[in-house]
């Protein structure tokens, strides 16, 4: 299973960040890559060099296994389990780009407060603020399951912490203050990861 955990990795990581960003670029000459925001240590910063860290440990976590440095938890060493978690990082990748698509042109990785998108509330935007975010999560879920050795652990508690900096961190602020009213009205009225949840 680790070999296909790996593959669902390169998988995500060609579409999700590869296939996206020439897609963006044909559409609007910029590839959407912003970079980590902050200063060297502040909270911005961390937020994203951490999240860097959690994809590169995501990424890790097969290779080790198939290497034979790390052992599964016995705990859920379980084909079972391995299926579930191939099924859920399917889901997760295709939920990534779903979502992507339906953010259209505004999609970046990374913020530039210079810059105004336009702020999207339709498709799945209208159901939670984050849907990439929580697809990504969905997607490391199930690498987790799918490789459960102590590094996939790791990554994914890192990812789920360093995306919640990422969002309550560098995200909101920046689009309350790009678009006021209209994102509070948002934040208020649609969950921040699951529907219904985390309205601020």
């Known amino acids: 299973m680790a070999i296909l955990a790996l593959i669902l ?3 995500f990581g060609a579409l999700g960040f590869g296939w996206r960003s020439r897609q963006q670029y044909r559409r609007t000459g910029s590839t959407g890559f912003r970079g980590i925001s902050g200063t060297s240590g502040s909270l911005e910063w961390w937020a994203g060099a951490g999240f ?6 995501g990424l890790a976590a097969p290779i080790v296994q198939m290497a034979g440095v790390l052992a599964p938890l016995p705990v859920l060493d379980d084909p079972w389990v391995q299926g579930v978690g191939a099924v859920v990082a399917l889901a997760g990748i295709a939920g990534t ?8 042109d505004s999609w970046r990785i990374g913020v530039d407060a210079r810059e105004t998108t336009t702020l ?3 498709g799945v935007f209208g159901l939670v603020r984050n849907p990439i975010f929580t697809a990504m999560l969905v997607f490391a879920a199930g690498i987790t399951l799918l490789v459960p050795n102590p590094i996939a652990v790791v ?18 602020p920046y689009l309350a203050a790009t678009h006021g009213a209209a994102y509070r009205d948002y934040a208020h009225t649609v969950g921040r990861f ?5 309205r601020a």
């Open 9 to 11: 990795y390169l998988v």
């Open 52 to 57: 860097v860290v959690a994809i590169l440990a």
């Open 97 to 104: 780009l779903y979502a992507q698509t339906d953010m259209g």
């Open 120 to 122: 999207v509330r339709g």
């Open 155 to 172: 990554a994914f508690v890192g990812l789920l912490a360093t995306i919640e900096l990422q969002v309550r961190v560098v995200e909101e």
């Open 194 to 198: 699951l529907p219904g949840i985390g």
